[in-house]
């Protein structure tokens, strides 16, 4: 019956992967970033993840700062800079949507539109939100799978019947 559970919580996983990978969401890199993934580091892919969660948290409060607080005195530059570092670390985990997005908001930060950018930023946000709900579900199936997985309870004895 345990394995069984595991084998749900496995394919549950599967479904949600595949679901990422159809919508654009994920892309190959997500897989290789996956392989390096072994015993001795059980939990490689979700630290990695969450240091560009923080990285990207950071990085999206740098670009609403300069979009609203320094609407007068907005450098693009900057924008563009901010851009370039979640353009590649967007890629360097296999998060295409958020990576497609940063490339179409800085060709529009390039054209020095500031309605543009806060509407880029808008979907940004939005793209980063959904990624981080759906990889948190993810690491949350398979920390359940793991859990299942180590579990074993004793086989039971079973009762002797006399043959009398």
């Not at 609403?64 to 967007?90: A, M």
């Not at 529009?108 to 808008?122: H, T, V």
């Not at 993810?138 to 043959?163: C, K, V």
């Amino acid at each position: 019956m345990l394995g069984l559970n595991e084998e749900l919580l496995r394919a549950d996983m599967n479904r949600l992967l595949n679901l990422l990978f159809h919508q654009g969401v994920l892309d190959e890199q997500f897989l290789q970033l996956q392989q390096l993934q072994d015993e001795s580091s059980p939990n490689f892919v979700s630290e990695v993840v969450n240091i560009y969660f923080h990285e990207t948290e950071k990085l999206l409060r740098n670009l609403r700062d300069q979009l609203l607080v320094d609407s007068e005195l907005l450098d693009y530059k900057k924008v563009g800079i901010h851009l370039n570092q979640l353009i590649g670390s967007s890629s360097s985990i296999g998060a295409q949507r958020v990576r497609n997005v940063c490339v179409a908001f800085r060709a529009i930060s390039q054209q020095n539109s500031r309605p543009g950018c806060l509407k880029a930023l808008e979907i940004l946000e939005h793209e980063y939100c959904y990624l981080k709900s759906k990889l948190h579900e993810l690491f949350q199936i398979e920390q359940q799978r793991i859990l299942a997985s180590a579990i074993r309870y004793p086989m039971q004895q079973q009762p002797n019947n006399p043959t009398t």
